[in-house]
């Protein structure tokens, strides 16, 4: 069974940065490209990141490029996303999937809020 766990979310000061986690578990971790995503108050969800399997490439939106930055470490079955430079517009839950071109499962998200 896949399980995405998300951590990491919180209070985010603008201008400043946060690390939020994912643990995953229940599939071959470094056989799959996984993402970022994000749902703002009232709107749809968004692609935000993705990075390939075997870690050497990544994608990012152009609302986040230059200020985010998506890693993985295969050996731990965790991928990252670091958030810098934070705006007010980023405030949103952010959901951890399975995937790059295919969703294939996500996780319960975790919550950052702009502290403005």
């Known amino acids: 069974q896949v399980q995405l766990v998300e951590s990491g979310g919180g209070l985010a000061q603008p201008g400043g940065s946060l690390r939020l986690s994912c643990a995953a578990s229940?599939?071959?971790?470094?056989?799959?490209?996984m993402s970022w995503a994000r749902q703002a108050p009232g709107k749809g969800l968004k692609w935000v990141s993705s990075?390939?399997?075997?870690?050497?490439?990544?994608y990012y939106a152009d609302a986040v490029k230059g200020r985010f930055t998506i890693s993985r470490d295969n050996a731990k079955n965790t991928v990252y996303l670091r958030m810098n430079s934070q705006k007010p517009e980023d405030t949103a839950l952010y959901y951890c999937?399975?995937?790059?071109?295919?969703?294939?499962?996500w996780g319960q998200g975790t919550q950052v809020t702009d502290s403005s």
């Open positions: 999937v399975q995937g790059r071109l295919t969703i294939l499962g």
């Open positions: 229940g599939f071959t971790f470094s056989s799959y490209g």
């Open positions: 990075i390939d399997n075997d870690v050497s490439v990544t």
